[in-house]
């Protein structure tokens, strides 16, 4: 646990083939908050799921709270998983975080609905 008592927490679970690029997701539940006091702890979640796969899709069904700094890290991660010929979505964003992310002109990361089919 941090300083800060807040958790963040992932478990990792790959899921069936993709029917595009014949691939794995590899699904990332994040659990608490990403934000700037989580910061080292988001970065080595996502440093250490891009590593397992280079496509990517964060939970966030039971996302607390996310800032910045947070939003940051996934975009720095989906540039590093397209670098390496994948990609990353997010899935189940809550509203509240929802409006953040397309008023920030974010909305390409919430392409999960095309990839929870294929998943």
Same mark, same amino acid.
């Given at each position: 646990?941090?300083?800060?008592?807040?958790?963040?927490?992932?478990?990792?679970?790959?899921?069936?083939?993709?029917? @595009?690029?014949?691939?794995?997701?590899?699904?990332?539940?994040?659990?608490?908050?990403?934000?700037?006091?989580?910061? $080292?702890?988001?970065?080595?979640?996502?440093?250490?799921?891009?590593?397992?796969? @280079?496509?990517?899709?964060?939970?966030?069904?039971?996302?607390?709270?996310?800032?910045?700094?947070?939003?940051?890290?996934?975009?720095?991660?989906?540039?590093?998983?397209?670098?390496?010929?994948? $990609?990353?979505?997010?899935?189940?964003?809550?509203?509240?975080?929802?409006?953040?992310?397309?008023?920030?002109?974010?909305?390409?990361?919430?392409?999960?609905?095309?990839?929870?089919?294929?998943?």
């Amino acid at each position: 646990m941090s300083a800060t008592g807040k958790v963040l927490k992932h478990r990792p679970m790959t899921s069936k083939p993709a029917r @595009s690029g014949g691939g794995r997701f590899l699904h990332v539940p994040i659990i608490g908050h990403a934000t700037v006091h989580l910061h $080292d702890d988001l970065k080595q979640t996502l440093r250490s799921a891009v590593r397992q796969s @280079s496509r990517l899709v964060l939970d966030l069904a039971d996302l607390d709270e996310i800032d910045m700094t947070g939003l940051q890290l996934f975009l720095t991660a989906r540039r590093e998983a397209r670098e390496a010929g994948g $990609d990353l979505y997010l899935d189940n964003v809550p509203a509240r975080h929802e409006m953040k992310i397309r008023l920030l002109g974010l909305a390409d990361l919430l392409r999960a609905g095309e990839t929870r089919a294929a998943a």
